[in-house]
């Protein structure tokens, strides 16, 4: 079975975080995803975590955290879904994540 999830945030929203509390204090980052100090890319790993979550079915809660993947790029900077947790079961699993004009939006398409 083939399933989507798609997030839009607005970068603004992160940037506040960060003036806030600071990239090392963001709570849906794992310590291998401290690759960038730009707002737009932390916030597309947000919407990447998002829009997982909204392709499993589940929304952010009992049955799965932020931590439970991680988001990283490949050799050639395209981002990839490092899973963290043995109760997350797919098969196969895609992710694009763009931002432009204060938004960051991930798409991602799971196959279970």
Not at 32 to 48: H, L, M, R, T, V
Not at 71 to 82: D, Q, V
Not at 86 to 97: A, E, F, P
């Amino acid at each position: 079975m083939i399933k989507i999830g798609i997030d839009i945030i607005e970068i603004k929203r992160i940037e506040n975080l960060i003036d806030k509390f600071g990239i090392q204090k963001l709570k849906f980052l794992n310590n291998d995803e401290f690759c960038s100090d730009k707002p737009q890319n932390i916030a597309g790993i947000y919407a990447a975590k998002e829009a997982f979550s909204k392709a499993l079915g589940f929304g952010i809660g009992e049955k799965f955290s932020f931590k439970d993947i991680s988001i990283l790029k490949n050799n050639y900077g395209k981002p990839f879904i490092k899973i963290n947790s043995s109760k997350i079961k797919i098969k196969n699993c895609d992710l694009s994540i763009t931002h432009d004009g204060g938004f960051a939006i991930a798409a991602v398409i799971v196959e279970i």
